[in-house]
């Protein structure tokens, strides 16, 4: 029986559950979900149009794979690791169905220099050696995991390719364990690690909103919903060029396709403000769009977070992007409906839940079996109908991030990039970033974020009465928060990707920018107290210079934000003299 991507053979005594299985005559790529007496249900990866009863399934030994080594980075593959732009160059632009070879080149000769020496104890994670895969990241060959003993032989430093024996390693039980430079991993199957960590240091992505206001940990997790047009992937974006870790992997899970080619696009021509090379260079793309079969979207986030895992196991900081999950989610939904199985809240499949948690678990700081340090960082656009955070998706994914970075319609419209709604996100971060950040710029950074939310938050409160009376209404102190709200919302919060300044602010521009706003706010309570019009305080040239300074400092040199610090005091005190003269 054929339905869409799900697909019935029987007898299926000689398969087992999630074996990798191909279907037909082209060799269709597929996998067992589900056995019932002698009769397989398969999840086929690509269209099953031709398929018919009487096609031969045959079954592969092993579970669905992805193959891990050099030649991954800078890479553009689909949900299952096809290598899209090698592909592209023998059948142009249309990729022919089945089974398209091996993922990774087997003819490129990569220069491998050994590590270690013969007759040393090797154990799962040891490095054996290393290529430089980019110029931007140097690949480590590792020990895979369950295998350890002596390294009985190791090729000399030189050209190898990845079928080429690099190195084999004698196990206590006498057995001889070939090590090449790759190695196969189930993408469902978590990579161990020797110990997980509590995240406690901040990932900085030089977006102002999110790492003094909504803290993301390096090995954290965090999610951005938002509706249709509020900047989900635009702000992916932006993360994937600016955050502070060594790799990134971007995958587009069910995007529009006009959306991914814009990432496949812009990507190789930015460069990186790490390494001054393109971005392409430590960047993995897993290209998945909304045309592509639905099945094999479900399969892109295993392979992005197993293809992650992997160079995480080196010792390296990678960041995650998934856009988006709600895509993800809907190829449940549908694959689910196939099965004929009891829907739950708006069809989705009761393991949703599940599902999501243990995606998002796949993240964290660790200890490698090697002894290096490494995080995966997971950061997961959701896309809910109609911008509703209630529905299926959106709540669940709440229960599983510790980050919650909510889009919001209005701002969008009134240009406000990044459209993060500071009252509906959140961060369960700040408590642990908070001494690195204490460390790195100050002890009143925490003091500082605290007051400038508890003034948005009384803004907001107070927003309510203008829209009824106005705001010439409202006494002076009222009308001081509302200008304060003003200055923090457009001043330190907004923030303009395009300009070459103000594109990343470092932590210690933030933390002076946001210094210097939330003194002049002070000072307002002093222009308040005195009985001065409020709006003659804000007329003041300090004023306007808060509002460039953003797109002049850099942040490096603190002096310009103490210079306008004494500015603003100077022209506060001489208005309030000038009141008290009069």
Not at 73 to 93: H, K, S, T, Y
Not at 158 to 172: F, N
């Amino acid at each position: 029986m054929v339905s869409g991507p799900v697909v019935k053979a029987s007898p299926a005594g000689v398969l087992s559950m999630n074996e990798l299985v191909e279907v037909g005559s082209e060799r269709l790529v597929g996998e067992v979900i589900s056995l019932e007496g002698d009769i397989a249900t398969i999840q086929v990866y690509e269209n099953t149009t031709g398929i018919r009863p009487g096609d031969v399934v045959s079954g592969q030994g092993l579970p669905l794979y992805v193959e891990l080594g050099p030649g991954l980075m800078g890479g553009i593959f689909d949900g299952v690791q096809r290598p899209l732009a090698r592909l592209r160059e023998e059948w142009g632009d249309f990729i022919r169905r089945g089974r398209t070879g091996e993922s990774l080149s087997r003819e490129k000769v990569w220069p491998f220099t050994p590590l270690v020496e013969q007759g040393s104890e090797a154990g799962p994670g040891t490095c054996l050696g290393q290529v430089p895969e980019t110029s931007s990241v140097t690949h480590r060959v590792l020990v895979p995991p369950g295998i350890s003993g002596t390294v009985q032989t190791i090729v000399p430093e030189g050209g190898y390719t990845l079928e080429d024996v690099i190195a084999v390693i004698l196990t206590p039980s006498g057995e001889k364990k070939k090590i090449r430079l790759y190695q196969r991993w189930p993408v469902r199957k978590v990579r161990p690690s020797a110990e997980r960590l509590v995240p406690s240091e901040p990932l900085i992505t030089g977006q102002r909103v999110i790492d003094t206001f909504f803290p993301l940990a390096r090995g954290g997790t965090a999610a951005i919903p938002g509706g249709f047009g509020t900047g989900k992937t635009v702000t992916q974006h932006q993360l994937t060029k600016w955050t502070d870790a060594d790799i990134i992997v971007y995958i587009g899970c069910g995007e529009r396709g006009n959306e991914m080619t814009g990432v496949l696009v812009d990507l190789p021509q930015l460069v990186d403000p790490r390494t001054g090379r393109p971005l392409i260079e430590r960047t993995i793309l897993i290209a998945n769009t909304s045309d592509m079969p639905v099945a094999a979207r479900e399969a892109s986030i295993y392979t992005g977070i197993t293809i992650a895992e992997y160079y995480r196991d080196m010792g390296y900081d990678i960041a995650l992007m998934a856009d988006s999950t709600s895509r993800w989610a809907e190829a449940l939904r549908e694959i689910s409906g196939r099965l004929e199985e009891m829907p739950a809240e708006e069809g989705f499949p009761a393991y949703l839940a599940s599902r999501l948690a243990a995606f998002y678990e796949r993240a964290g700081q660790v200890k490698t079996l090697g002894g290096d340090m490494g995080s995966v960082t997971l950061i997961g656009a959701v896309s809910p109908p109609g911008g509703d955070f209630s529905e299926p998706v959106t709540m669940h994914t709440k229960r599983f991030v510790e980050c919650f970075w909510a889009l919001d319609k209005e701002l969008a419209s009134a240009r406000y990039f990044p459209a993060i709604n500071y009252l509906q996100s959140y961060s369960g971060y700040v408590p642990r970033v908070k001494e690195w950040w204490h460390k790195r710029v100050g002890d009143r950074w925490s003091e500082l974020r605290d007051r400038a939310i508890a003034i948005l938050q009384e803004d907001a409160r107070l927003q309510n009465i203008v829209k009824l009376l106005g705001e010439e209404a409202l006494p002076d102190d009222q009308k001081q928060v509302i200008q304060g709200a003003r200055l923090i919302k457009e001043d330190f919060l907004q923030q303009s990707a395009f300009d070459p300044v103000d594109t990343y602010a470092s932590p210690e521009k933030q933390f002076l920018l946001l210094d210097v706003i939330m003194h002049f706010i002070q000072r307002l309570q002093d222009v308040v107290s005195a009985r001065v019009p409020l709006f003659r305080a804000m007329e003041t040239g300090a004023v306007v210079e808060i509002h460039r300074i953003k797109f002049r400092e850099k942040g490096d040199d603190p002096e310009p934000f103490r210079a306008l610090k004494e500015r603003v005091d100077t022209e506060i005190d001489e208005l309030i003299r000038n009141a008290v003269h009069r």
